[in-house]
């Protein structure tokens, strides 16, 4: 049986938790490539106790929550720390104004034990294919801000994402924050289908940003989760949808195309087949969700 | 601080913090269970936040705020939820209890109008294995009612 191995204790380790960026980058520098970088820890903990993870060093970096924590507003920029937690996204009310799907994710994340210390910036790094927060911030067009020793650097979130369990940032880098465009113009949506509503891995998530003014979406994107090696830009849906008259016939085209963009797997949660069903059925509830709020008086 | 006391430890880095409270800290209340992050039964709040100490290593408490239900109430002085989980009947083996009652106490002080789906979605993460959740609802709505 498998939980018996979790009785046996972690293996030894050396942990750091350097209290400014300064020393944080000198610990990178004096455990070469021995180290592992932890955030909150919920993945990581459990990365230890299977053997997965067999690090010398650990630097926690829970000292630094001031600098790398945070959720603000300024210059029409949502700028959400790394070190912030899924409960502190939750329950922002500029992540509710800007960012509507984020905070729909959030919301669904492991359980309230694990939003507490769960942080976007480690569910990022982990770089899961099923990443709760991804398809919405692809959507949302949020960028990522990467820190080493030397400076810093801006990617696209998809870019962060280089393949399943895969990051693409280079050794001694952190992600410092994420950046989402503060428009209140944009109507957001997440949604799910898991096995069980709480505490499970996503099967299939969706999320879809679009404006819309005079019957017509604006620019639009349709991103998907746990249908590729990584969360993806359903392109040919985000396309489709851009431009396009705000109906219910269009919804259901998008829809067909964002079914047509995934690339699933099979695996223990759901075919491939149903997996691309599923994509269709809940982009299409998203985007008139959206067209049923923007209705709304 | 733990349980509002001042506490200074040696630790080992690889000990997690409900390892260090339930054998170490004398903090029994502290249960392990899954030792996954997914049972429950290790809540503890650490900055007045619910979190599964089983994911959470020792030494990442220095200088924080750790409150387990040994905590929250005495057995002359319970809290709310610990007086109505009694009234309640909401107890069977009782090995899922202190989490629940750790994650029922952060519910009442921080979530006082929260609907009944709302309750049981903030508990999903409190697994009890004997019989079902039904009581510890009530004892969360018969705490609010009598305060």
Known sequence: MKSFQYLAPIPSFEYVAP????????AFESHGKEFQIMAGGTDLMIALKERIATPKVVVDLGRLRKELGGISVEGGVLRIGALATFSQIESSAFVEKYAGALR???????????????????????????????????????????????????????????????????????????????????????????????????????????????????PSRVALGAVAPTPILAEKASVAMTGSPATREQADKVAAFAAEDSR??????????????????????????ILSEANAP | MLNGVSKTDEIEPNQTLCDYLHDLAGTTSVKKGCDTGECGACTVLLDDMPVTSCLVLAPQIDGRDVVTAEGLGKKSAPHPIQREFVEQDAVQC???????????????EHAPGASDAEIRRLMSGNLCRCTGYLQQVEALKSARKRT
């Open chain 1, 19 to 26: 209290r400014s960026l300064t020393e944080l980058f000198a």
């Open chain 1, 264 to 289: 699933p797997i099979s695996d223990i949660r759901a075919t491939a087949h149903y997996r691309k069903h599923l994509v269709r059925v809940l982009t299409r509830r998203l985007i008139l969700q």
């Open chain 1, 104 to 218: 729909q994710s959030a919301a669904n994340v492991g359980t309230l034990q694990i939003r507490s210390i769960a942080t976007l910036g480690g569910n990022l790094a982990t770089a899961s294919p099923a990443a709760d927060s991804a398809p919405p911030l692809i959507a949302l067009r949020a960028a990522v801000t990467l820190l080493s020793g030397s400076g810093q650097r801006t990617l696209p979130v998809q870019a962060i994402f280089t393949g399943p369990k895969r990051n693409g940032l280079r050794p001694g880098e952190i992600i410092s924050s994420v950046e989402i465009p503060a428009d209140v113009g944009v109507r957001s949506a997440w949604t799910r289908a898991a096995v069980r509503n709480e505490n499970a891995l996503s099967v299939v998530s969706v999320a879809v940003a679009s404006t819309i003014q005079d019957g017509r979406f604006g």
């Open chain 2, 94 to 108: 009782g090995y899922c209890i202190p989490g629940m009652i750790v994650t029922l106490s952060w519910i009442f």
